[in-house]
């Protein structure tokens, strides 16, 4: 008896359509992630506190930290929708 992988057709994070619709671009380099927008500031995230108990994630120059890549992925957006 073989088991088929579960299928994932129409079942999408709120995160993935959030970036669909926001026509955002997001890239990675290393373990910094990118995201990009036509008429917005790219913003970068990266790690921070990494080894540490406030291990997280930063957001653009001014650091914002955020638990989550998902949510600094989510609040990134925000910033540049804001211009």
Do not use: F, N, Y
């Not at 373990?31 to 790690?47: D, F, N, Q």
């Not at 120059?61 to 989510?74: N, R, V």
Request: net charge negative; proline share 5%.
């Amino acid at each position: 008896m073989t088991s088929e992988p579960a299928s994932t057709t129409g079942l999408e994070s709120d995160l993935l359509e959030k970036v669909r619709k926001s026509h955002s671009r997001i890239s990675t380099r290393i373990t910094t992630v990118r995201l990009e927008k036509i008429g917005s500031p790219m913003l970068e995230i990266i790690p921070r506190g990494i080894g540490t108990d406030q291990e997280g994630w930063a957001i653009g120059k001014e650091e914002i930290p955020c638990q989550t890549l998902e949510d600094a992925i989510i609040i990134g957006m925000e910033i540049q929708a804001r211009g």
